[in-house]
């Protein structure tokens, strides 16, 4: 099987850093294996020499077959590892051509503060040894997650190994299913343009190694490729993005913008930028979009719209839960947040959704216990927003506006911020109509009128209207109320009074946080568009 072609970005960067005899070098990635073959084509390229350490096979010549009389004695432990790569450094064929020496995994031994200091400090004396003694060499680190000890933190270069892009992915896919064409036990049920296209896209996001195991099981599961074959290979890489615990891919199939009542100047205004995500846009000269902050009122459409907005441009919607991103361990934080935005730049074309991003991106003052963590992760954050190219429209929502960091509002982060308040009567009246339908009841004979008029100020719903989701939950109760009657032999029919009930069991959002909604208000006529034609307030 011919291997995925590219990483050329990657490789070009990471000769630089070699030429330029950078000591210590990060690269992040789980896909070792590919990482060590691009390191060593890399080496081969410069003309240089290896060694590569880990602590199951100590340090040895990856040029040099197991067994062979030349091959270095195993040295599991990293500071004879070190002393081992130092005195290679006398060779005089390796001091005139160049090392390269690459740790895997070591942060066992750099980043447990139980154990022997020893090793970070044999560490930094061997970074600083390559830069005084002008040694031709670096060392390169390896593995899957940042764990850097603060006092290696100024002697490290972080470079992130990518993950295969659309057009690697497409360019393997295709050889694949050249070769199950050419297989006389495996059958292709639809045509291979359609299977390429389909896999392709099923695939975005994948590491090589999981692409190839995912393609693989498709094949041998019926020895059929076939449609339902890409089904289950993209419910498999759903699997393998959530194994993080930051990204969850949504189910958002049965939805589209017009299920959402309402916000009417947001749906004009994503429907306008719509076409940035397109090949077609690209090609005019659109510039790729950063996204839009939905703020205001809770439970009136914000994260419905997030949803919403992913299924009526048919891209994939990606949720980030930020409250994952932080993690007790120094760098881990940071270091998720990097890991969410490169697989989400991997799916790209995308709708990234943030929920409640207030939660994790504390404001300058405010203490989380976390050292400075929140506004590390707020800094990487705010920087590929500001610097981003790929196609990742950013979906943020937040309620407790009052605590979102002035940096997030600056212009250029998001290409739009919108207050979502309470519905107006016409959006009432849409969202009543939406869920009066999802319900089935539309042909039941209620007064939408009269719902229209308990909504919004009857004398039952204390003057204040409900949000969307009030609404929604109000239907859904009237629903139980005339279940109830209908299991104990009566009328199945929603009637008026099943509303009136209801409504008297609900405490409005509206009415017990009156005060606030005039401080939100107040905020939203400052800092934001309205997501509606009218304000909501005094209807």
Partial sequence: MAPID????????????????IPLIHINSFEEERVLETCLDVTKDM????????????????????????????MADLVAALQAFEQSMDNAMAAEDGMIFVLLDPYPYLSDRNSNPIYRRRLREFSGAIRTKAWKASCIIVAPSLNVPYELEREVTVVDFPLPTRKEIRSYVRHFVDQVEKSDRIELGDPAPLLVERLTEAAIGLSHRELENALAYAAIDDLTLDTADVQQMFRQKRQTIRKSGLLEFIDNENLALDLVGGLDRLKRWLGRRRATLTAAGSEFGLEPPKGVLLTGVPGCGKSLSAKCVAASWQLPLIRLDMGRVFSSLVGASEEHMRHAISVAE?????????DEIEKGLMRPGQHVGDSGVSMRVL?????????????????????????????????????GVFFVDL??????????????????RTGDGVNVKALLTLSGGAPGAGGAGMTGAEIAAWIDDAMLLAYERYADGGDATLGMADFETALEEMTLLAQVRADELVGLRRWGAEHAQLASTAPAHGG
């Fill in 423 to 440: 519905p107006t009567p016409t959006e009432r009246r849409e969202i009543i109509d939406i869920h009066m339908a999802r319900v089935g």
């Fill in 47 to 74: 003309n240089r020499h290896a060694l590569i350490w880990s602590t199951a096979r100590g340090v040895f010549n990856p040029n040099v077959a197991s067994g062979h009389k030349g091959e270095s004695l195993p």
């Fill in 346 to 354: 991997a799916v790209s074309p995308c709708v990234l959704w943030i």
């Fill in 379 to 415: 800094g990487t954050f705010l920087t590929w927003m500001q610097e981003k190219q790929t196609p990742v429209f950013v979906v943020a929502t937040a309620n407790e506006i009052f605590h979102l960091p002035p940096e997030i509002l600056r212009k250029g982060r998001f290409d």
């Fill in 6 to 21: 590219g990483q050329k970005a990657f490789k070009a960067e990471l000769e630089r850093l070699l030429r330029a005899q």
